[in-house]
Every structure is written in C-alpha cells, then in structure tokens.
Antibody, heavy 121, light 108 residues
Framework: QVQLVQSGAEVKKPGASVKVSCKASGYTFTDHSLHWVRQAPGQSLEWMGCINTANGNTKYSQKFQGRVTITTDTSASAGYMELSSLESEDTAVYYC??????????????WGQGTLVTVSS | SYELTQALSVSVALGQTATIACGGNSIGARNVHWYQQKPGQAPVLVIYRDNKRPSGIPERFSGSNSGNTATLTISGAQGGDEADYYCQVWDTSSAHVIFGGGTKLTVL
C-alpha cells in the first residue's frame, strides 16, 4: 500500500532553516507529483508547492517563493522540502502528499503523517 | 488570486444528511476535490473531480459542482464523520493549489 513516511519533529530558532524529508513506498515514485502542504495550529491547509518527480520541475506558492526549495532523490524514492529564514509564524505541521497523477492539477490522494516544525527563540 | 469560501461549521443530526458547500467564482468550470481531516490526523481524500469516490470511501459521500458552488453531501451522517472538510481546486492562472478555509462538521 502507498506510504509516505516523514522525518521527525524539529525545533528551530528564528532565522534558521529546516529540511523535512518524505520517504515514499508502494507506488512508482516517478509517476506521481509530490506536494508539500502546511497547517498552522487551528488553521486551514496551505499549499507550499509541488514537484514533477519525473523531470524535477517545481511550482511554488508565491507566498513562499524564494524561501522554499522542493527536491527529490528518485533513487531513494524520497522528497525534501527546505524552508529558510524561519519565523514564529512558520510553526506548523508540514505534510508531503502524493498527486494522483504527475500533473499538478490532479487531486492529492495520499498524505504523509506530518512533521511538526516549531520555531521559537 | 482565486478564493474558495466555506462555512466555518455545519451541524447535522445523527443519521441525517449533511451538506457542506464550497463557493468560488465559476467553480463549476473547475475540478473540485474534497478532503476529510480528523483531529490530529492527516487529511484523507474523500471526493475527487467533483463527484468521484476513491476506493474505500463509503457511498454515503457524494459530490456535485455547478455554477459558483460545489457541494459535498454526506448521507446518513455518523459520529465517525465528525471532522474538518476542505475543498480544493487548481488555479491555472496562478499555477497554485487552492484550499478552502475548511468546514467543521458536528454530528449531534
């Protein structure tokens, strides 16, 4: 069955960077896009960006442009999301999620368990 | 940028039909996906492309989309259906995934 297993919780200081990993299994990694979505405490889901896992092309939310980098290691069926210049407002649960197809407009049909990132001085 | 509007909360009596709306300009022209999220858990896809159910999702869940409103309908609502529900579309002009603000469903 499809599984997306994310790295563990992180605590970071303001101004630092965080890199979250997402290990995929149970499907052909390069046949589906990989999205990153975050959820601040008590808030809605917020899309950060996605990557075409076949060719590495990325799309980023304008809100995070310049601060977020999404990459993959296809040999390891893994995806990564790095967010820089962290602020307290970046405290959230970060999810990786699998696109139903490779194209970005398809639904998101499987989600990782989430990684809590806490930004605090 | 494109926006999706959802009511903050909806209540339904046990066994009755719950209707959760998602408003957006000409949303009927877009594919709408719906996610269920229970407290402390990751979201789960319950409807894709307006009215398709992924395998494992009960037939009680259905969707429709027309004009400026997409709707998720839960027939015979059960206590286990209590959750936050989010609608989602792809905005071609901005090349962004857009989520609605979410609706909290309470089963009385």
């Amino acid at each position: 069955q499809v599984q997306l297993v994310q790295s563990g919780a992180e605590v970071k200081k303001p101004g630092a960077s965080v890199k979250v990993s997402c290990k995929a299994s149970g499907y052909t990694f390069t046949d589906h896009s990989l999205h990153w979505v975050r959820q601040a405490p008590g808030q809605s889901l917020e899309w950060m960006g996605c990557i075409n896992t076949a060719n590495g092309n990325t799309k980023y939310s304008q809100k995070f442009q310049g601060r977020v980098t999404i990459t993959t290691d296809t040999s390891a069926s893994a995806g990564y999301m790095e967010l820089s210049s962290l602020e307290s407002e970046d405290t959230a649960v970060y999810y990786c999620a699998k696109g139903h197809f490779q194209y970005s407009s398809s639904s998101i049909d499987n989600w990782g368990q989430g990684t809590l990132v806490t930004v605090s001085s | 940028s494109y926006e999706l509007t959802q009511a903050l909360s909806v209540s339904v009596a046990l066994g009755q039909t719950a209707t959760i709306a998602c408003g957006g300009n000409s949303i009927g022209a877009r594919n709408v996906h719906w996610y269920q999220q229970k407290p402390g858990q990751a979201p789960v896809l319950v409807i894709y492309r307006d009215n398709k159910r992924p395998s494992g999702i009960p037939e009680r869940f259905s969707g429709s989309n027309s004009g400026n409103t997409a709707t998720l309908t839960i027939s015979g609502a059960q206590g286990g259906d209590e959750a936050d529900y989010y609608c989602q579309v792809w905005d071609t002009s901005s090349a962004h995934v857009i989520f609605g603000g979410g609706t909290k469903l309470t089963v009385l």
